[in-house]
């Protein structure tokens, strides 16, 4: 089997694209997010459909063929990790000054290009979300990067992440310990079945600026 082999899909994909499993001594399955578990180890589309249902199908016991044991959450305790993970690069990230914090700090990153991402917390009022949003709008219309925003963590996690108070909005700048953030935000996202919505938005600007020029 290839190294880099969904076990439900057959499809070979970049490491970033999966998540490696390899079993424990106890013959658990064991995710291996950072990927340096030893062992032999099989591969699973990095989402939690594809997880749930290598599961649900015993495939993790053909992969290995070998009896293991499942973890009756293993899509939770993927989630569990990512998030960890993400939020502890955050941290990072913010005592390397990377991330700047509060809805004013964080339109003014995103109006003059320095925001690499947002990140809004679960309970963001929508007028917050929206003011922020048409920053990013008006930034891509201007020849700008089109920076994405998420809304993946809540408030109290993102404040003890980050080491602040009432945590709301929150804009990661485009430096080193910035683009580490974004690779682990990114990988939790798309587990989660990504930003639709916002993905919609991008596609609509890209829309309007078409149209625009369409008509010149």
């Excluded at 408030?155 to 430096?175: D, F, P, W």
């Excluded at 829309?207 to 010149?216: F, L, S």
Aim: glycine share 10%; net charge neutral.
């Amino acid at each position: 089997m290839n190294d880099r082999t969904c076990i439900v899909t057959r499809r070979q994909a970049e490491a970033d694209e999966l998540i490696r499993f390899v079993v424990g001594p106890d013959s658990a399955v064991v995710p291996d997010i950072k990927r340096n578990l030893p062992g032999r180890g099989c591969w699973v589309t990095a989402d939690r459909l594809h997880i749930e249902k290598a599961a649900a199908k015993n495939l993790f016991a053909r992969a290995f063929k070998a009896q293991v044991t499942v973890p009756a959450d293993i899509g939770g305790m993927v989630d569990g990790l990512l998030s960890r993970s993400a939020l502890g690069m955050l941290g990072l990230a913010r005592k390397a000054g990377a991330v700047v914090l509060g809805a004013a700090k964080v339109e003014g990153a995103v109006r003059d290009g320095q925001a690499l991402l947002v990140l809004h917390a679960t309970e963001a009022s929508n007028d917050g979300v929206r003011k922020i949003s048409q920053a990013r709008r008006a930034t891509v219309h201007l020849g700008g990067p089109a920076i994405l925003a998420y809304k993946l963590f809540p408030e109290a996690e993102l404040s003890l992440a980050l080491g602040g108070t009432n945590v709301i909005h929150a804009a990661v700048l485009a430096q080193d310990a910035g683009l580490a953030v974004e690779k682990r935000v990114v990988a939790l996202d798309r587990y989660r079945g990504g930003t639709p919505n916002d993905l919609a938005m991008l596609a609509a600007v890209a829309d309007e600026d078409d149209a625009a020029e369409d008509m010149e």
